[in-house]
């Protein structure tokens, strides 16, 4: 199954920075996807990265708040702007192999906690 | 719309013995695919067990079975043998082509404690 490196693993930010998170997969991937888990929640689908195209951002998100960068196959990040504590949650990325057997991998996740 | 609702928040089961973990799901594409991940307290997202819309037998892995009622639209999670370990929250996903990027979309989790 693919790796994926996720970084960083936790932060502590303060309200209205930004953060940027990278996540760089082991082969090259088609589709990446980015995810928040608000406390206590499951996950949220925030929007699909394609490479040399722009970000599909699910109802809810905005390109403002949450831009993606997809540079090439095997990376993108995810930045979260102009934070207040509403925006702490773990956001992960996650990318589909297409084999079955390993399902979507997930990178280790970025736990954010915005003061 | 694509749904999948876990209706049990929380779950205890003793060391050693076997636990149900429900899941239903709602979708109008024939061709779906269905997807259970642990979460322990470190946040990862651990991948257990796929169950494909045209697999014919349930799927397993290790300690780890889906029962799959098609028709019923549940494909609910069995551990056996339950260990300590496995105390975790669990999820489960569904994919569909309803949505060419063919996300993956959550339920909102069992949390499961096992009792020494």
């Known amino acids: 199954s693919a790796v994926i490196s996720q970084k960083p693993s936790r932060d502590i930010c303060q309200r209205g920075t930004s953060l940027t998170i990278q996540c760089q997969v082991d082969?090259?991937?088609?589709?990446m996807f980015w995810y928040r888990q608000q406390p206590g929640q499951s996950l949220t689908l925030i929007a699909t990265?394609?490479?040399?195209?722009?970000?599909?951002?699910e109802s809810g998100f905005v390109i403002d708040k949450f831009p993606i960068s997809r540079p090439n196959l095997t990376f993108s990040t995810l930045t979260v702007s102009n934070m207040s504590p509403e925006d702490s949650s773990i956001y992960l990325c996650?990318?589909?192999?297409?084999?079955?057997?390993?399902?979507?991998?997930f990178g280790s996740g970025t736990r954010l906690t915005v003061v | 719309a694509q749904k999948i609702t876990q209706t049990q928040p929380g779950m205890f089961v003793q060391e050693k013995e076997a636990v149900t973990l429900d899941c239903t799901y709602d979708?109008?594409?024939?061709?779906?695919?269905l997807f259970w991940y642990k979460q322990p307290s470190s946040g990862e997202m651990i991948f257990l067990i796929y169950?494909?819309?045209?697999?014919?037998q349930n799927a397993t892995e290790g300690r780890y079975s889906l029962n799959f009622q098609k028709a019923r639209k549940s494909a609910n999670l069995v551990i056996s043998a339950s260990q300590l370990g496995d105390s975790a929250m669990y999820f489960c996903?569904?994919?569909?082509?309803?949505?060419?990027?063919?996300?993956?979309?959550f339920g909102s989790g069992t949390r499961l404690l096992v009792r020494p």
């Open positions: 979708t109008s594409d024939p061709s779906y695919g």
């Open positions: 996650s990318v589909d192999r297409h084999t079955n057997s390993y399902g979507y991998t």
């Open positions: 990265a394609n490479q040399g195209s722009e970000a599909t951002y």
């Open positions: 082969s090259q991937v088609t589709m």
């Open positions: 169950q494909g819309s045209y697999d014919q």
């Open positions: 996903a569904m994919r569909d082509r309803m949505d060419s990027s063919y996300k993956l979309i």
